[in-house]
């Protein structure tokens, strides 16, 4: 009978540290973020958002001020070349279909200048956004002692009281006071 509590012995005694360190866990501290609504509603945000909106205008503007005479112009040079009726153009009409070729590529390359600019501004305007959600997002999590905060994106339901968005708002509005829109200039690539 001994041998029979030695051994009960030792197999509770391995348990013990398996089931202690299975109770070391405690239970989560869930925090609901509305990451898009922070993104988009914080006070620089807006603002950012808000000169995006012009810059997107501007390139809109440009593209429909560079499109409408190429459009003129290749209606134009689309009836001269019905009009040859199988002739070979002159010279003048060759002349203006190769201007309008030049024209129409310096539009195309304008009009990428600028969209890729867009796209680097808007992308800096994230950036600086990112760089101050996560420290708020850091700091509300801490003050309501939350240990995982999930998007409210990714969320399928969720009781109220888990949302913390009007907090991090709060944060991010203290901490992002301002977002630049024009994106610093690019390195220019090292040359060979």
Do not use: H, W
């Amino acid at each position: 009978m001994t041998k029979v509590t030695y051994a009960a012995l030792a197999v509770s005694a391995l348990l013990v540290p398996a089931s202690a360190s299975a109770q070391a866990l405690a239970a989560p501290v869930i925090a609901i973020v509305d990451i898009q609504r922070v993104q988009t509603q914080c006070n620089a945000c807006k603002t950012a958002l808000g000169q995006l909106e012009t810059q997107l205008a501007g390139l809109r503007s440009l593209q429909t001020s560079l499109e409408a005479p190429l459009r003129t112009e290749n209606t134009a040079l689309q009836a001269a070349g019905r009009a040859l009726n199988g002739r070979a153009p002159d010279a003048a009409l060759t002349a203006r279909a190769t201007a309008f070729e030049t024209k129409s590529r310096d539009a195309q390359r304008q009009l990428a200048a600028r969209e890729e600019a867009f796209q680097r501004n808007r992308a800096y305007v994230v950036q600086q956004i990112n760089a101050k959600l996560e420290p708020a997002i850091a700091a509300v999590s801490t003050r309501r002692g939350a240990s995982l905060v999930l998007d409210a994106s990714t969320v399928l339901r969720s009781a109220p009281a888990l949302n913390v968005t009007p907090d991090v708002l709060a944060a991010i509005n203290v901490s992002l006071t301002s977002v630049g829109t024009t994106a610093p200039a690019q390195a220019a690539p090292a040359s060979r």
